[in-house]
């Protein structure tokens, strides 16, 4: 088991960048990938982005291909979505999680990111 805490959210405008922060400390052998997911009030979690940990294998959804960047920094155990030119609907709260091979186990707290038009 993993704990996670993410960090980062905030309120922006269009085209504006943030740079959300997961920490992850526990038994961190026990998981192999670290990604990042959102949710809307009452949707569901949608996946955004994973990085296949220790490998610097990254894999990021469609809809934000090309604005985002998932990397990790082994050293101080955390991994960063760097988020860039956003756009209102990307708007949401944001949860890092850590899966053994795609199996997601532990989920962070939330960070909200808001962007205004």
């Known amino acids: 088991q993993v704990q996670l805490l993410g960090s980062g959210g905030g309120s922006v405008q269009t085209g504006g960048s943030l740079r959300l922060s997961c920490v992850v400390s526990?038994?961190?052998?026990?998981?192999?990938?670290i990604g990042w997911f959102r949710q809307a009030p009452e949707k569901e979690r949608v996946w955004v982005a994973t990085?296949?940990?220790?490998?610097?294998?990254?894999y990021s959804a469609d809809s934000v291909k090309g604005r985002i960047t998932i990397s990790e920094d082994n050293a101080k155990k955390t991994v960063y979505l760097q988020m860039n030119n956003l756009k209102p609907e990307d708007t949401d709260m944001y949860y890092c999680?850590?899966?053994?091979?795609?199996?997601?186990?532990?989920w962070g707290q939330g960070t909200q990111v808001t962007v205004g038009s």
């Open positions: 999680a850590a899966a053994w091979d795609g199996n997601w186990f532990d």
């Open positions: 526990g038994n961190t052998k026990s998981r192999n990938n």
């Open positions: 990085i296949l940990t220790g490998r610097a294998k990254t």
